[in-house]
């Protein structure tokens, strides 16, 4: 994987045309604008879509312009990771080629002088144990069947109840973040325990950074119409950064 890399995530692109997508693109096409001179790679952290499902043919082309700029940036020589997110893991072929490598479940990298964890950071709470179940029937594949059968506007409208309900969830209180933190620490403990030293999710749509004796939780804010939050990792040390 070409260093520098950068880690951004929870862009959330949704299929409807909206102000708020097209500040989206044009924040992240400033961004790739800022980094095209240190070619490098990007790390898409997952939930880069709102709702993304890939048909086996005739996919409508909602994300045209999102795909162009992948393309341009490939072209120029900046590799493209993508892991998914619980907003966009029905990723198909298609997708897949316009990314150096797409991954449906959790990372280990070992790059420069350290070993990175890398998750989308869904499913980790222990209370998260009914999500995880449906965590499990939303990616089989005989679900993603039935839903490829059902009408195209249907299955948006599903798909739209259910990212609304999910992102209801982000509304959390002071205790409850707390809670998260804590919880988020003792899963970055056990990846340190196993080596790793730095571990990186998006998910949780605000930054939070914890390090001890040299380890480190990063996780990172997610890119709005207004900030486009990353994380740059040169070999030796990552640091947070905004556009
Ligand atoms: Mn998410």
């Given at each position: 994987m070409q260093l520098p890399v950068y880690f951004f995530g929870?862009?959330?692109?949704?299929p409807v045309e909206s102000l708020s997508n097209d500040r989206k693109l044009e924040k992240m096409q400033e961004f790739f604008e800022s980094i095209k001179t240190s070619r490098g790679s990007v790390f898409i952290m997952g939930d880069f879509f709102d709702y993304y499902f890939e048909y086996q043919k005739n996919n409508p082309d909602y994300y045209i312009d999102i795909f162009d700029l992948l393309k341009s940036i490939k072209n120029s020589g900046i590799d493209i990771y993508f892991i998914a997110g619980n907003h966009d893991y029905w990723i198909g072929d298609k997708f897949r080629s316009l990314t150096t490598k797409s991954y449906l479940h959790d990372q280990s990298l070992s790059l420069g002088k350290k070993k990175i964890y890398i998750t989308h950071g869904d499913g980790i709470l222990s209370w998260d144990r009914g999500y995880r179940a449906l965590k499990f029937i939303l990616r089989s594949r005989i679900f993603r069947l039935f839903y490829s059968l059902l009408p195209i506007n249907i299955a948006l409208n599903i798909a739209k109840k259910i990212s609304y309900e999910r992102k209801d969830s982000h509304q959390v209180n002071e205790k409850l973040l707390n809670k998260i933190h804590t919880e988020l620490i003792k899963f970055a403990k056990s990846k340190w325990e196993l080596g790793h030293d730095i571990v990186i999710m998006g998910h949780y749509h605000h930054s939070f950074n914890f390090s001890e004796n040299d380890k480190h939780l990063i996780v990172l804010d997610d890119c709005s119409e207004e900030k486009f939050n990353f994380a740059k990792y040169d070999g030796e040390s990552i640091s947070i950064e905004s556009l």
């Open positions: 929870d862009n959330h692109f949704s």
